[in-house]
């Protein structure tokens, strides 16, 4: 049994009577122990997706159908208290911008520790304890100095150290990165990454890493999935999907990547931007950015299908 299946899951925003896809019929699954990375443009739907399973959506956003089968149980039948205990304990989360996700005005320890005492029931000595040791694993040094500063006083690279202290601190079986790096420097972003794979290894985490880095994906990934205006366009594992892109977005979005075998001043872009959901276009949603669009393409929005064994592609394209 996988650790996480998502089936269907649809998740719209509903404004003046009128429903918008952000996350619309996405399926995977995610095995114990494995890397899955979700790739896209921004506006793709992947933190949506992402906070559709922590069940952190909230209006005019609502999940309107699919199942997210955690160990077994369906997610979206659990209630906001059931949630809670499971949120930040069995599954948890590192956001962009760690400023953001925590508090100004607690001390960087306490956010370890309280996350201890809320779901591990431990004692505020043992807590304090754990969180030295949390701390000291992501690479913080001097913990039991740092434990009482406000997350103000630690550089980027440190705060998002930190934010991923609080999150592995309750060993969850699920680690959710939402483009964990995005505003750190190349080199702190490489440790960062590491460290992820290392406490991923150590307590045989499984992790969904969002990333428009292609880079980052070929490094990490054990599997991946191509999202676009909220929509799965290409699935496969990791190696199969770089050796064999089907879809043209995926083709697009590696051509993008800079190599040195390019000839100077030649770089690669798509065309237009990701349509906005109250923009969407009929048929195929990538259809006027695509080099080999059709008229047909305005009509049909294509189904994702096999291509391969355990590679799945959306585009009118497969079926010939």
């Given at each position: 049994m996988p650790l996480l299946?998502?089936?269907?899951?649809?998740t719209y925003f509903y404004i003046e009577n009128s429903e918008y896809p952000a996350v619309d019929d996405v399926s995977?699954?995610?095995?114990?122990?494995?890397?899955?990375a979700v790739i896209g443009e921004s506006g793709s739907g992947k933190s949506v997706m992402s906070m559709?399973?922590?069940?952190?959506?909230?209006?005019?956003?609502?999940?309107?159908?699919?199942?997210?089968?955690?160990?077994?149980?369906?997610?979206?039948?659990?209630?906001?208290?059931q949630m809670r205990r499971i949120r930040g304990n069995e599954i948890s989360m590192i956001y962009q911008d760690p400023m953001s996700a925590l508090d100004p005005l607690n001390k960087a320890g306490d956010q370890i520790s309280e996350a201890l005492m809320i779901h591990k029931k431990a004692k505020k000595r043992e807590a304090r304890s754990i969180a030295f040791e949390s701390m000291r694993s992501v690479g913080i040094s001097d913990a039991e100095k740092r434990y009482d500063h406000l997350p103000e006083h630690f550089s980027g690279g440190m705060r998002q150290r930190l934010m991923i202290a609080v999150a592995i601190s309750c060993k969850p079986s699920l680690l959710i990165a939402d483009e964990p790096t995005t505003?750190?420097?190349?080199?702190?972003?490489?440790?960062?990454?590491?460290?992820?794979?290392?406490?991923?290894?150590?307590?045989?985490?499984s992790v969904i890493l969002n990333t428009h880095d292609l880079g980052i994906v070929a490094k990490m990934a054990d599997d991946i999935i191509v999202m676009y205006c909220g929509q799965i366009m290409e699935s496969a594992p990791c190696k199969e999907l770089f050796d064999d892109p089907r879809n043209p977005y995926t083709r697009k979005l590696m051509s993008c990547i800079p190599r040195a075998d390019k000839e100077k001043g030649e770089l690669d872009t798509i065309k237009g931007y990701v349509p906005h959901l109250t923009e969407l276009p009929k048929g195929c949603?990538?259809?006027n950015r695509c080099d080999f669009a059709k008229a047909e393409c305005a009509v049909v929005n294509p189904k994702?299908?096999?291509?391969?064994?355990?590679?799945?592609?959306?585009c009118i394209l497969n079926d010939r």
């Open positions: 299946k998502v089936q269907g899951l649809k995977f699954t995610l095995d114990e122990g494995r890397i899955l559709s399973i922590m069940g952190l959506i909230d209006p005019p956003g609502k999940i309107s159908g699919g199942h997210i089968i955690f160990k077994g149980e369906d997610l979206l039948e659990k209630t906001e208290r505003a750190l420097d190349v080199t702190i972003q490489a440790d960062i990454l590491d460290l992820i794979c290392h406490l991923k290894d150590e307590i045989n985490m949603r990538f259809r994702l299908v096999e291509v391969k064994k355990g590679h799945f592609s959306r």
